[in-house]
């Protein structure tokens, strides 16, 4: 299982991210990225090459 966080203390809500995921996981909460529980991430890394601020971190479970 794959887990998704991202710190809202750095994301800058470009939504880049959640434009690139091809699952869904992210979406975008009081204009900053958010990890969807519901979404499957298939470790595709597509958000962490595109996210300016490095703010997202992927990690198996």
Known sequence: MI????NAETCDGCEECV???PN???QMTDGKSTADAGGECDNCESCLSVCPSDSIT???I
Request: proline fraction near 0%.
């Open 19 to 21: 434009d690139i995921c």
């Open 3 to 6: 887990m998704v966080s991202v």
């Open 24 to 26: 869904e996981v992210l």
């Open 58 to 60: 992927i990690t198996e």
